[in-house]
Protein backbone atom coordinates (compact mmCIF):
# COMPACT_ATOMS: atom_id res chain seq x y z
CA UNK A 1 0.00 0.00 0.00
CA UNK A 2 1.40 3.10 -1.19
CA UNK A 3 1.15 6.64 0.65
CA UNK A 4 -2.17 7.86 -1.62
CA UNK A 5 -3.64 4.88 -1.00
CA UNK A 6 -3.42 5.05 2.88
CA UNK A 7 -4.44 8.78 2.96
CA UNK A 8 -7.03 8.08 0.67
CA UNK A 9 -8.36 5.21 3.06
CA UNK A 10 -8.03 7.72 6.08
CA UNK A 11 -9.86 10.44 4.20
CA UNK A 12 -12.85 8.19 3.19
CA UNK A 13 -15.37 7.76 5.97
CA UNK A 14 -16.97 5.25 4.32
CA UNK A 15 -16.67 1.55 3.97
CA UNK A 16 -13.43 0.10 3.14
CA UNK A 17 -13.58 -2.46 0.28
CA UNK A 18 -11.81 -5.92 1.14
CA UNK A 19 -8.68 -5.60 -0.91
CA UNK A 20 -7.90 -2.05 0.87
CA UNK A 21 -8.24 -3.86 4.27
CA UNK A 22 -6.12 -6.78 3.32
CA UNK A 23 -3.70 -4.07 2.90
CA UNK A 24 -3.87 -2.50 5.93
CA UNK A 25 -3.50 -5.73 7.77
CA UNK A 26 -0.12 -6.21 5.57
CA UNK A 27 0.81 -2.94 6.66
CA UNK A 28 0.25 -3.60 10.65
CA UNK A 29 1.99 -6.74 9.78
CA UNK A 30 5.03 -4.78 8.71
CA UNK A 31 4.38 -1.91 11.26
CA UNK A 32 2.83 -3.39 14.36
CA UNK A 33 3.33 0.04 15.98
CA UNK A 34 1.59 2.31 13.22
CA UNK A 35 -1.43 3.20 15.73
CA UNK A 36 -3.22 4.99 12.93
CA UNK A 37 -3.07 1.94 10.99
CA UNK A 38 -4.29 -0.26 13.80
CA UNK A 39 -7.11 2.33 14.46
CA UNK A 40 -8.71 2.50 10.67
CA UNK A 41 -8.57 -1.65 10.67
CA UNK A 42 -10.41 -1.74 13.95
CA UNK A 43 -12.69 0.35 12.68
CA UNK A 44 -13.59 -1.58 9.95
CA UNK A 45 -13.96 -4.98 11.53
CA UNK A 46 -16.55 -3.02 13.92
CA UNK A 47 -18.85 -1.67 11.05
CA UNK A 48 -18.62 -5.51 9.42
CA UNK A 49 -19.64 -6.95 12.68
CA UNK A 50 -16.55 -9.45 12.69
CA UNK A 51 -15.86 -11.51 15.21
CA UNK A 52 -12.01 -11.27 15.17
CA UNK A 53 -13.11 -7.50 16.62
CA UNK A 54 -12.75 -8.14 20.20
CA UNK A 55 -9.99 -9.77 19.98
CA UNK A 56 -8.05 -6.95 17.75
CA UNK A 57 -9.07 -4.36 20.50
CA UNK A 58 -7.20 -6.29 23.13
CA UNK A 59 -4.18 -6.12 21.02
CA UNK A 60 -4.62 -2.72 19.68
CA UNK A 61 -4.72 -1.64 23.24
CA UNK A 62 -1.05 -3.92 23.87
CA UNK A 63 0.35 -1.83 21.09
CA UNK A 64 -0.92 2.16 22.07
CA UNK A 65 0.66 4.10 23.92
CA UNK A 66 -2.25 5.81 25.73
CA UNK A 67 -4.88 3.80 26.10
CA UNK A 68 -7.05 6.51 27.30
CA UNK A 69 -6.89 8.09 23.44
CA UNK A 70 -8.30 4.69 22.14
CA UNK A 71 -10.77 4.67 24.46
CA UNK A 72 -11.70 7.97 23.50
CA UNK A 73 -11.77 6.53 20.01
CA UNK A 74 -13.50 4.03 19.94
CA UNK A 75 -16.55 6.13 21.85
CA UNK A 76 -16.67 8.83 19.44
CA UNK A 77 -19.60 9.08 17.28
CA UNK A 78 -17.40 8.72 14.40
CA UNK A 79 -16.14 5.25 15.24
CA UNK A 80 -19.76 4.24 16.26
CA UNK A 81 -21.30 6.29 13.44
CA UNK A 82 -22.20 2.73 11.03
CA UNK A 83 -24.91 0.38 12.95
CA UNK A 84 -25.29 -3.11 11.11
CA UNK A 85 -29.14 -3.86 11.65
CA UNK A 86 -29.72 -6.83 14.22
CA UNK A 87 -30.83 -9.86 12.58
CA UNK A 88 -34.03 -11.46 13.84
CA UNK A 89 -34.73 -15.72 13.89
CA UNK A 90 -38.24 -16.42 12.81
CA UNK A 91 -40.06 -18.99 15.13
CA UNK A 92 -37.36 -18.55 18.06
CA UNK A 93 -38.16 -15.56 19.84
CA UNK A 94 -41.02 -13.25 20.57
CA UNK A 95 -40.67 -10.18 22.36
CA UNK A 96 -43.08 -8.62 24.58
CA UNK A 97 -43.31 -5.05 25.90
CA UNK A 98 -39.82 -4.67 25.54
CA UNK A 99 -38.90 -6.43 28.77
CA UNK A 100 -39.70 -10.14 28.36
CA UNK A 101 -39.02 -12.67 25.93
CA UNK A 102 -41.16 -16.41 25.00
CA UNK A 103 -39.32 -18.52 23.72
CA UNK A 104 -42.20 -20.19 20.77
CA UNK A 105 -40.26 -23.27 20.05
CA UNK A 106 -40.29 -25.96 21.77
CA UNK A 107 -36.75 -27.58 20.20
CA UNK A 108 -34.00 -27.55 23.00
CA UNK A 109 -31.54 -25.25 22.26
CA UNK A 110 -27.96 -25.83 21.48
CA UNK A 111 -24.79 -24.45 22.65
CA UNK A 112 -24.44 -22.22 19.68
CA UNK A 113 -28.33 -21.17 19.90
CA UNK A 114 -27.42 -19.96 23.24
CA UNK A 115 -24.33 -17.99 22.05
CA UNK A 116 -25.61 -16.53 19.63
CA UNK A 117 -28.87 -15.59 21.42
CA UNK A 118 -26.10 -13.89 23.91
CA UNK A 119 -24.17 -12.19 21.42
CA UNK A 120 -21.45 -13.97 22.77
CA UNK A 121 -18.15 -13.06 20.20
CA UNK A 122 -19.95 -9.54 18.24
CA UNK A 123 -18.31 -6.68 18.77
CA UNK A 124 -18.59 -4.79 22.28
CA UNK A 125 -19.64 -1.39 22.08
CA UNK A 126 -18.38 1.15 24.75
CA UNK A 127 -20.23 4.46 25.82
CA UNK A 128 -17.99 7.64 27.64
CA UNK A 129 -19.47 6.55 30.72
CA UNK A 130 -17.76 2.99 30.18
CA UNK A 131 -13.93 3.84 31.10
CA UNK A 132 -14.47 1.16 33.93
CA UNK A 133 -15.52 -1.13 31.57
CA UNK A 134 -13.46 -0.95 29.09
CA UNK A 135 -10.50 -1.49 31.30
CA UNK A 136 -12.11 -5.01 32.84
CA UNK A 137 -12.14 -5.67 29.45
CA UNK A 138 -8.47 -5.31 28.92
CA UNK A 139 -7.61 -7.28 32.35
CA UNK A 140 -7.38 -10.60 30.51
CA UNK A 141 -5.82 -9.94 27.19
CA UNK A 142 -5.00 -12.88 25.05
CA UNK A 143 -1.42 -11.63 24.55
CA UNK A 144 1.22 -13.77 26.06
CA UNK A 145 3.23 -11.25 27.31
CA UNK A 146 2.77 -7.14 27.61
CA UNK A 147 4.41 -5.41 25.24
CA UNK A 148 6.98 -2.89 27.57
CA UNK A 149 8.90 -0.13 25.89
CA UNK A 150 10.96 0.45 29.05
CA UNK A 151 14.67 0.08 28.77
CA UNK A 152 16.95 -0.86 31.87
CA UNK A 153 19.43 1.49 32.94
CA UNK A 154 22.57 0.65 34.01
CA UNK A 155 22.19 2.12 37.39
CA UNK A 156 19.27 0.33 38.02
CA UNK A 157 20.83 -2.90 37.90
CA UNK A 158 23.66 -1.74 39.65
CA UNK A 159 21.19 -1.26 42.88
CA UNK A 160 19.82 -4.59 42.14
CA UNK A 161 23.15 -6.09 42.89
CA UNK A 162 23.97 -4.30 45.41
CA UNK A 163 21.03 -5.29 47.29
CA UNK A 164 21.57 -8.83 46.69
CA UNK A 165 25.52 -8.40 47.88
CA UNK A 166 24.27 -6.93 50.88
CA UNK A 167 21.28 -9.59 51.53
CA UNK A 168 23.93 -12.19 51.31
CA UNK A 169 26.20 -10.64 53.57
CA UNK A 170 24.45 -9.94 56.31
CA UNK A 171 22.11 -13.70 56.06
CA UNK A 172 18.92 -13.01 57.62
CA UNK A 173 17.63 -15.22 59.60
CA UNK A 174 13.15 -15.82 59.74
CA UNK A 175 12.11 -17.28 62.77
CA UNK A 176 9.90 -20.07 62.80
CA UNK A 177 6.46 -19.23 64.30
CA UNK A 178 5.12 -21.14 67.33
CA UNK A 179 3.22 -24.47 66.36
CA UNK A 180 -0.06 -23.18 68.00
CA UNK A 181 -0.19 -19.46 66.75
CA UNK A 182 -2.81 -19.04 64.35
CA UNK A 183 -2.86 -15.62 62.00
CA UNK A 184 -5.90 -15.01 60.09
CA UNK A 185 -4.90 -13.13 57.14
CA UNK A 186 -8.06 -11.22 55.95
CA UNK A 187 -8.89 -11.42 51.86
CA UNK A 188 -11.19 -8.07 49.92
CA UNK A 189 -14.10 -10.20 49.06
CA UNK A 190 -14.94 -9.32 45.47
CA UNK A 191 -18.14 -7.01 45.47
CA UNK A 192 -19.27 -5.63 42.48
CA UNK A 193 -19.99 -1.71 42.93
CA UNK A 194 -23.67 -1.38 41.42
CA UNK A 195 -22.82 2.46 40.64
CA UNK A 196 -20.32 0.89 37.42
CA UNK A 197 -22.33 -1.91 36.68
CA UNK A 198 -23.77 -1.79 32.45
CA UNK A 199 -25.07 -4.22 30.57
CA UNK A 200 -21.58 -3.99 28.33
CA UNK A 201 -19.81 -4.92 31.23
CA UNK A 202 -22.57 -7.89 31.66
CA UNK A 203 -21.08 -8.93 28.40
CA UNK A 204 -17.30 -8.30 29.07
CA UNK A 205 -17.57 -11.25 31.96
CA UNK A 206 -19.64 -13.70 29.18
CA UNK A 207 -17.27 -12.72 26.55
CA UNK A 208 -14.30 -13.32 29.51
CA UNK A 209 -16.35 -16.68 30.47
CA UNK A 210 -16.96 -15.49 34.03
CA UNK A 211 -20.61 -16.81 33.53
CA UNK A 212 -21.13 -16.24 37.68
CA UNK A 213 -19.90 -12.56 37.49
CA UNK A 214 -22.17 -11.93 34.74
CA UNK A 215 -25.44 -13.41 36.47
CA UNK A 216 -24.78 -10.97 39.25
CA UNK A 217 -24.33 -7.85 36.85
CA UNK A 218 -27.05 -8.97 35.09
CA UNK A 219 -29.23 -9.26 38.80
CA UNK A 220 -27.61 -5.59 39.80
CA UNK A 221 -28.68 -4.44 36.29
CA UNK A 222 -32.23 -5.42 37.37
CA UNK A 223 -32.84 -3.80 40.78
CA UNK A 224 -31.23 -1.01 38.81
CA UNK A 225 -33.34 -0.70 35.77
CA UNK A 226 -36.59 -2.70 36.86
CA UNK A 227 -38.52 -1.85 33.64
CA UNK A 228 -35.77 -4.09 32.03
CA UNK A 229 -35.66 -7.26 34.82
CA UNK A 230 -37.63 -9.06 32.51
CA UNK A 231 -35.22 -9.41 29.73
CA UNK A 232 -32.47 -9.41 32.77
CA UNK A 233 -33.71 -12.48 34.06
CA UNK A 234 -33.53 -13.81 30.77
CA UNK A 235 -30.24 -13.74 29.93
CA UNK A 236 -29.61 -15.52 33.69
CA UNK A 237 -31.26 -18.36 32.32
CA UNK A 238 -29.69 -18.37 29.07
CA UNK A 239 -26.40 -18.52 31.11
CA UNK A 240 -27.60 -21.05 33.36
CA UNK A 241 -28.32 -23.27 30.45
CA UNK A 242 -24.93 -22.08 28.49
CA UNK A 243 -23.15 -23.52 31.91
CA UNK A 244 -24.58 -27.01 32.02
CA UNK A 245 -23.72 -27.34 28.29
CA UNK A 246 -20.35 -26.13 29.15
CA UNK A 247 -20.14 -28.43 32.09
Excluded: C
Aim: aromatic letters at 8%; charged letters at 30%; zero cysteines.
Amino acid sequence: MNTSTFLAILNNDNTIDKPAISSLKLVITKFPYFQTARALYLKELKEQDSFKYNKTLKITAAYTRDRAILFDYITSKKFSNYTKPASTKENKILKVDNTKTVETSNSKKTENDLVDELAIGKPLSFTKAENHSFNQWLQLSNTKKPITRAIKSVKKEVEKENIIENFIQNNPKIEPLAKDKNIAVAVAKNKQDAALMTETLAKVYLEQKKYENAMQAYRILSLKYPEKSGFFADQIKKIKKLQKHKS
